[in-house]
């Protein structure tokens, strides 16, 4: 079984026992998070689309913890004006681990 929900602007495909790296949330380690955005669901041989969203269906997740992306650089540069600098962005993520799918 399998669901796809929408968080933060992105689209997800997840099923359960599986671990999904989130924009960053203010929870703690052990918290439940609830995804009320669910997509599409399938199961037992059938798929559910919503128009948007699909009723009634919902996808449960608890927090694992949160960790740091890849460091990117960012270089501004200016030809001719002696004009540079250098900086570094570290996106936080909250990981969670799916469990449970309703619909």
Do not use: C, W
Not at 28 to 47: M, N, Q, R, Y
Not at 66 to 90: A, C, D, E, I, M
């Amino acid at each position: 079984m399998y669901a796809i929900i929408a968080e933060s602007g992105r689209q997800f495909r997840v099923e359960e026992g599986q671990e999904l790296q989130i924009d960053y949330r203010e929870v703690k380690a052990g918290d439940t998070i609830a995804f009320d955005e669910v997509l599409a669901v399938s199961g037992d041989g059938e798929t559910r689309i919503g128009t948007p969203k699909v009723e009634g269906a919902k996808v449960e997740a608890v927090v694992v913890g949160t960790s740091q992306g890849p460091k990117l650089v960012v270089q501004k540069f200016r030809r001719r004006k002696n004009s540079r600098r250098r900086t570094g962005h570290r996106q936080v993520y909250t990981t969670v681990r799916i469990t449970g799918i309703t619909g």
